[in-house]
């Protein structure tokens, strides 16, 4: 039974609702139907969703689900021996044993969404739509060598998905997702990881969808005393995605390490949101976006950092850039601060330019043609996003996407 | 080799050479002196091939051919180098790859076959050890928090790793220690050849006790307004520019 429906849903907004309504929903699912029935689909007259209007680009016109395992070629995360967990369209499967320290389970529905994800409203579309959650368990003190690897394949129609990470105390674990689509679907997905203290979870994150999908993935993080998040992203985009982050860092001394970058081209647009709640003393956030924007391709970056009364010696720091590889691109920039301590130590930077000229004119006149001197500049920009990182098989492959991208244009 | 007649180039709208005249032939070192602002650098730059450089009128050919409708980095195949005045550090791009990329594209454009990355680390090991850069420099992102001699012994290296048929040193001495300056007038000197041509823009005389130039030329007011032998240098250095710049 819904009530007070939307007062003008879409067809696509009518026909989740009836789909919803047509399943068995327990309890938790049933009020988030009503969440969801209240607000719709995020559009562009909310400010959070100003620049990527989900409504505006859903239309009943999505191609009918179909395996799309024939037309994506193998993980390019293949060769590091990961244990992987593949989503077609909704369905998990997965073979073996999982790495010792984690188990991996289907749970019916699942419990009621996390703190952070609960008020989101594409968070409680992807709960009352899924069947099955996948809960990763990682063991207190189990230290993963093995990376998972959760291989999200969209081949059509509307597909919901919900992932939650339990990380006990002082463990380490590497978890990759991927996001891959063909031909017009629309691909929601919610994972939510609790890490405890002194836990520390490396997320890895690769978006390439089609010119025709429809892709939003919201993370949510609990991060508990002294543990660490770090998170390196690269998105080539789709029709429309949105990549959110919500972490709050709830322990003394947690940190948060956020990386991203976007190389878009074509009409593709890319929105990478987040926001860091710092609610303890002495947390340390860093964060670093990247865009590098062809054609009429749209680059979003929406990040806050929240620092709450109590969060003294809060260290955050946050940068954006964005370089613009042709004059019909655009990049929309929101970095926000909003801080109730007074003891902190908070900034943010953001900028937009081209290339420049004095370095390209250099490097050709040491042999290299103008497009050779433009893939060289535009790789060392996108590439400081992925300085360094902790698992180095895992840098080289984003690192070998972008010299392909550069190269092939896709 | 080198051959400029009546070179007008415009810099965002403004006329900077305005009928620029010279020629070194094969087996030569030419200098070129003239105060700040003369055009020096907007020579170096257009005969590299900067696209901003809007030429107006004249010629520049290299052995005959027509430099001014190639593109800088077929410039730089042919053989065309330029010591950058100030040159650009690069973040994000290692030194050594930059470097073998550069030298490789102007192989392959010039048909020759690609440098093994075995034979290339010995060679850029060796050009190093003689400009006097540590591995450890040609290890890090091209240029990035060099110090400005070191910047212009990467210049250096270059030249000696490239073997360019037609060199253009802008201001090369400029910050150099004295021991520098002992270097690059080495590397200079052992690239002299009777198939290879040198311009060499400077402010002083010493640079010009290492490499002995065989013509003097002052540039002034986007013109050569005097040519002579060495002995223009030496007088030049005691005297200055006015006489020149007024006589033009
Ligand atoms: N983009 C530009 N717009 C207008 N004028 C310019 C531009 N770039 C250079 N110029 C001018 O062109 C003139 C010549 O500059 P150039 O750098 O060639 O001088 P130079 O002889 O190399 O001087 P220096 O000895 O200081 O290196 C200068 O007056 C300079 O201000
Ligand atoms: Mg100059």
């Known amino acids: 039974m819904a009530k007070a429906l939307l007062l003008n849903p879409t067809a696509f907004e009518a026909g989740l609702v009836a ?3 047509a399943r068995a929903l327990s309890p938790a699912q049933s009020a988030a139907l009503e969440a969801f029935s209240k607000t719709g689909l995020p559009h562009r007259r909310i400010e959070a969703w100003k620049w990527t209007d989900i ?13 799309a395992n024939d037309v994506i070629a193998p993980s390019i995360f293949g060769g590091l021996g990961a244990f992987e967990i593949t989503i077609m369209n909704g369905a ?14 289907c749970t019916p529905q699942g419990g009621p969404l996390s703190e952070l994800a609960s008020n989101h409203p594409l968070a409680n579309l992807a709960f009352l739509n899924t069947d099955e959650t996948i809960a990763i368990n990682v063991a207190e003190g189990a230290s993963v060598e093995k990376p998972l690897l959760i291989r999200r394949i969209a081949g059509g129609g509307a597909i919901h998905q919900r992932v939650t990470v339990k990380v006990g105390a002082c463990s380490k674990v590497t978890i990759i997702e991927s996001f891959d689509g063909v031909g017009r679907y629309f691909s929601n997905s919610v994972t939510e990881f609790s890490i405890e203290s002194g836990a520390s979870v490396e997320r890895l994150v690769l978006q390439n969808g089609s010119d025709d999908g429809v892709e939003t993935a919201l993370c949510a993080v609990a991060a508990e005393t002294m543990s660490k998040f770090h998170q390196t992203a690269l998105l080539l985009g789709a029709r429309i995605v949105r990549i959110e982050s919500r972490i709050a860092l709830g322990g003394e001394d947690a940190q948060a390490d956020l990386r991203s970058a976007s190389m878009l081209c074509g009409m593709r647009h890319a929105d ?12 340390t956030t860093r964060q670093l976006h990247k865009s590098a924007l062809k054609d009429k391709a749209d680059g979003v970056f929406q990040g806050k950092f929240l620092v709450a009364r109590g ?33 902190v130590e908070c900034a943010h930077g953001s900028t937009v330019g081209a290339l420049d000229d004095a370095a390209l004119f250099y490097i050709k006149s040491r042999g290299l043609d103008d497009a050779a001197a433009r893939a060289l500049l535009t790789e060392a920009f996108l590439g400081e996003a992925f300085d360094a990182m902790p698992h180095p098989a895992i840098e080289r492959t984003f690192r070998t996407r972008i010299a392909r991208w550069l190269e092939a244009g896709k | 080799m080198l051959k400029i007649e009546d070179l007008h180039v415009a810099v965002g709208g403004h006329e900077i050479l305005k009928g620029l005249s010279l020629e070194v032939p094969a087996g030569e070192v030419h200098a070129v002196m003239g105060p700040n602002g003369s055009g020096k650098s907007t020579l170096s730059f257009t005969l590299a091939g900067r696209e901003d450089y809007e030429v107006t009128a004249g010629d520049v050919t290299l052995e005959g051919e027509n430099l001014l409708q190639l593109a800088a980095n077929e410039r730089a195949a042919k053989g065309v180098f330029l010591s950058f005045q100030n040159p650009m ?49 040609l290890k890090r992102p091209f240029n990035v928090g060099f110090s400005g001699g070191e910047k212009k012994r990467m210049e250096m290296l270059q030249l000696a790793l490239f073997q360019p048929r037609f060199v253009i040193m802008d201001e090369t001495d400029s910050g150099l220690d004295i021991d520098a300056l002992k270097m690059v007038g080495e590397v200079v000197n052992s690239l002299r050849a009777p198939d290879r041509g040198f311009l060499v823009i400077t402010h002083y005389q010493r640079l010009l006790d290492y490499i002995k130039p065989d ?22 250095e005691k005297s200055g520019y006015d006489q020149f710049i007024k006589a033009a």
């Open chain 1, 19 to 21: 789909a919803a309504r």
């Open chain 1, 55 to 67: 409504r505006a680009n859903l239309r009943d016109d999505l191609s009918s689900a179909s395996a």
């Open chain 1, 92 to 105: 998990a499967e997965w073979s073996g044993e999982a790495p010792a320290g984690v188990t991996i389970s």
């Open chain 1, 272 to 283: 990478v949101t987040s926001q860091i709640d710092h609610r303890a003393k002495g947390c």
């Open chain 1, 311 to 343: 969060a003294q010696k809060t260290d955050a720091r946050m940068s954006v850039n964005a370089l613009l590889l042709s004059d019909f691109a655009e990049a929309r920039h929101k970095p926000e601060l909003e801080i109730y301590a007074d003891d």
């Open chain 2, 89 to 137: 550090e690069i973040p994000g791009v290692a030194t050594m790859n930059f470097i073998r990329t550069a030298l490789n594209a102007q192989r392959k454009t010039r048909g020759e076959e690609e440098v093994s990355a075995a034979d290339f680390l010995k060679l850029i090991r060796e050009k190093g050890k003689l400009v006097g850069l540590s591995d450890e420099k």
């Open chain 2, 215 to 236: 013509r003097v030329h002052i540039l002034a007011a986007g013109r050569i307004v005097k040519s002579g032998g060495p002995e223009l240098a030496a007088e030049l």
